[in-house]
């Protein structure tokens, strides 16, 4: 009997514990599912907050962007500067006075092309173009190089015919200038002037009245050539000059002379560089060596020192005026191989233009 009891306490007790376990089973399962719960409720937050993020920075990136865009837009309007602004400058001045004296201009020559030729034959016929920079020049430090196209208008210089063309020299010059007042202008130290930016007639006194207005260092003609005696066909380059060490008040160096021939000696090397052999025209050796022109008037006129006077104009006005001046004569035009090798093509001027800018900066910047 009391092992009967022994057995059933033992039994009841098992019982107990299989109930017990089973409801502690219970409570834990509701217990995880509860937590499971929780985290699905956050994790289900935690997304949707990432959603809107996402969607929240795609929205503000997209409005960046679009401002980005426009302000690119805003800012990316095309600059239309082109060369041909210096056509459409025109000048108030008429000055269109013959020179009054026996002075003459050099005898030159040449264009590159009859389209050149088409394009510059119908301008005015005013004096320098106002073509100065619009800033105040007492306030530029630049090195000031005013280009004079020579001749121009009726004045149209030394003319030959090449393969049905009538070539004509006011047109080649104007090519060679226009090239070369790019290449000088691409130095930030220089400015740049030019007597005339179309088919116009300038006087020489006009000519270098506009260079001293505008406070120019330098002036640098551009010529082509044509043989001065029937005796020998001229080909090559030469330079011309001052012959005279005269020194004005007002000059702008310590000896214009000196900076004259160092610009000559300069663009002829240059030029030489390029395969231009210097000049062999038949002048007198007393005025004319290693390509360099200096040829006294014959009119027995002298400068207020009591020095020969120069024959060509342009020079004798620089040199009054204190301005170093020379005159480059390219090439012959009378010489035919001078004109297929030289003067025929744009790529050919354009040669001669970059020959002449690297001797003008030679000598200016140093």
Same mark, same amino acid.
């Given at each position: 009997?009391?092992?009967?009891?022994?057995?059933?306490?033992?039994?009841?007790?098992?019982?107990?514990?299989?109930?017990?376990?089973?409801?502690? !089973?219970?409570? =834990?399962?509701?217990?995880?599912? @509860?937590?499971?719960?929780? *985290?699905? /409720?956050?994790?289900?937050?935690? +997304? $949707?907050?990432?959603?809107?993020?996402?969607?929240?920075?795609?929205?503000?990136?997209?409005?960046?962007?679009?401002?980005?865009?426009?302000?690119?837009?805003?800012?990316?309007?095309?600059?239309?500067?082109?060369?041909?602004?210096?056509?459409?400058?025109?000048?108030?001045?008429?000055?269109?006075?013959?020179?009054?004296?026996?002075?003459?201009?050099?005898?030159?020559?040449? !264009?590159?092309? =009859?389209?050149?030729?088409?394009? @510059?034959?119908?301008?005015? *016929?005013? /004096?320098?173009?106002?073509?100065? +920079? $619009?800033?105040?020049?007492?306030?530029?430090?630049?090195?000031?190089?005013?280009?004079?196209?020579?001749?121009?208008?009726?004045?149209?210089?030394?003319?030959?015919?090449?393969?049905?063309?009538?070539?004509?020299?006011?047109?080649?010059?104007?090519?060679?200038?226009?090239?070369?007042?790019?290449?000088?202008?691409?130095?930030?130290?220089?400015?740049?002037?030019?007597?005339?930016?179309?088919? =116009?007639?300038?006087?020489?006194?006009?000519?270098?009245?506009?260079?001293?207005?505008?406070?120019?260092?330098?002036?640098?003609?551009?010529?082509?050539?044509?043989?001065?005696?029937?005796?020998?066909?001229?080909?090559?380059?030469?330079?011309?000059?001052?012959?005279?060490?005269?020194?004005?008040?007002?000059?702008?160096?310590?000896?214009?002379?000196?900076?004259?021939?160092?610009?000559?000696?300069?663009?002829?090397?240059?030029?030489?560089?390029?395969?231009?052999?210097?000049?062999?025209?038949?002048?007198?050796?007393?005025?004319?060596?290693?390509?360099?022109?200096?040829?006294?008037?014959?009119?027995?006129?002298?400068?207020?020192?009591?020095?020969?006077?120069?024959?060509?104009?342009?020079?004798?006005?620089?040199?009054?005026?204190?301005?170093?001046?020379?005159?480059?004569?390219?090439?012959?035009?009378?010489?035919?191989?001078?004109?297929?090798?030289?003067?025929?093509?744009?790529?050919?001027?354009?040669?001669?233009?970059?020959?002449?800018?690297?001797?003008?900066?030679?000598?200016?910047?140093?």
């Amino acid at each position: 009997m009391c092992e009967r009891k022994y057995i059933c306490k033992i039994i009841s007790n098992i019982i107990v514990i299989i109930l017990v376990a089973g409801i502690m !089973t219970y409570l =834990s399962g509701c217990g995880k599912k @509860q937590v499971d719960t929780a *985290n699905m /409720a956050d994790t289900s937050i935690n +997304d $949707s907050q990432l959603v809107e993020d996402k969607v929240s920075s795609q929205s503000m990136q997209s409005e960046d962007n679009s401002q980005t865009m426009s302000e690119e837009e805003t800012e990316s309007e095309p600059e239309d500067q082109t060369e041909e602004t210096e056509n459409t400058e025109t000048s108030q001045d008429s000055e269109s006075e013959a020179s009054s004296n026996q002075k003459e201009n050099v005898s030159s020559g040449g !264009t590159s092309s =009859s389209e050149i030729e088409d394009s @510059q034959d119908n301008g005015d *016929n005013n /004096a320098p173009e106002d073509n100065s +920079d $619009s800033g105040s020049q007492s306030d530029d430090n630049r090195i000031t190089i005013c280009i004079d196209p020579g001749h121009g208008g009726s004045n149209e210089g030394t003319k030959e015919t090449y393969d049905g063309s009538l070539i004509k020299e006011k047109n080649i010059t104007m090519a060679i200038s226009r090239k070369l007042k790019y290449y000088l202008e691409q130095n930030d130290n220089i400015r740049v002037v030019m007597t005339r930016n179309s088919d =116009s007639d300038v006087s020489l006194s006009g000519r270098i009245d506009y260079a001293a207005s505008n406070n120019a260092d330098y002036v640098i003609s551009v010529h082509i050539n044509s043989k001065s005696q029937d005796v020998i066909d001229a080909s090559g380059c030469m330079v011309l000059m001052s012959c005279s060490r005269y020194q004005p008040a007002n000059a702008r160096f310590g000896s214009i002379y000196d900076r004259e021939k160092s610009l000559a000696y300069s663009i002829l090397s240059r030029l030489n560089s390029i395969g231009i052999p210097i000049a062999n025209d038949t002048w007198n050796p007393d005025e004319y060596q290693d390509g360099i022109l200096q040829r006294v008037n014959t009119a027995d006129e002298l400068y207020p020192d009591g020095s020969m006077a120069d024959y060509y104009g342009l020079i004798n006005e620089g040199t009054r005026a204190g301005v170093p001046t020379i005159i480059v004569e390219h090439a012959f035009l009378s010489n035919a191989g001078d004109y297929r090798n030289y003067l025929s093509s744009d790529a050919q001027l354009d040669a001669l233009a970059r020959a002449d800018a690297a001797g003008i900066l030679d000598v200016v910047l140093r």
